[in-house]
Structures are given as structure tokens and as C-alpha cells.
């Protein structure tokens, strides 16, 4: 089970920090990601990080957000700087590529301009 938290209302150019908590552990889990789905569109990959801490990203965040890991406390955050409005979406994780059933409920953010 995954729980994202995190999220919240933010002016453009604010930032957010997201964390991801799993019930189980993550240790095994050789990539874990950052996903999020906006209204009428598809969940897409924002972020993802292997287990030794290699990091990919959108190209529509790159340069704005850092995705981090801690395999200790089974947890996955994403730092959100400079957000802007069309980061409007509910941000989720799960494991990358072949991600679990059981997306959690996700965390909301939304940026206003």
C-alpha cells in the first residue's frame, strides 16, 4: 500500500515537498516514481529513481523538481519548485515500469496564478 501526502494549494513559483510511504519495503524495488493525472488526462511519469539513486525526469519538470528516496523509512519524496499552474494534478507513486494495482489515493495539488 502506498500513501502520498504532501500536496496542497500553492500560488505559481511556490513549492511543495511530496512524500510516499510504503507498508511494505522498497529496498528490492529497483526503480520507484513519481506520477500524476490531471483532469481528462493520462497518468504520466514525472519522476523516477533507481535504487542507487540514478534520476529521470520529464522534461516538462526537469530543472524544477528533485525526486529522493530513503529506502530506511520506505519512503519516496518529490521536492516541487517554481510549480506552475499546468502542475495542477493528483500525484501519486508506485513502481516503475510494472506499478502495483493498488495506486493509493494520492495527493492533490493544485497551483493557482
Known amino acids: 500500500q502506498l500513501q502520498a501526502s504532501g500536496g496542497g494549494l500553492v500560488q505559481a513559483g511556490g513549492s511543495l515537498r511530496l512524500s510516499c510511504a510504503a507498508s511494505?519495503?522498497?529496498?528490492?524495488?529497483?526503480?520507484m516514481g513519481w506520477y500524476r493525472q490531471a483532469p481528462g488526462n493520462q497518468r504520466e511519469l514525472v519522476a523516477r529513481i533507481r535504487s542507487g539513486g540514478r534520476t529521470n525526469y520529464a522534461d516538462s519538470v526537469k530543472g524544477r523538481f528533485t525526486i529522493s528516496r530513503d529506502n530506511a523509512k520506505k519512503s519516496v519524496y518529490l521536492q516541487m519548485n517554481n510549480l506552475k499552474p499546468e502542475d495542477t494534478a493528483l500525484y501519486l507513486c508506485?513502481?516503475?515500469?510494472?506499478?502495483?494495482?493498488?495506486w493509493g489515493q494520492g495527493t492533490l495539488v493544485t497551483v493557482f496564478s
Open positions: 508506485n513502481r516503475y515500469p510494472d506499478p502495483w494495482d493498488n
Open positions: 511494505g519495503s522498497i529496498s528490492n524495488i529497483n526503480v
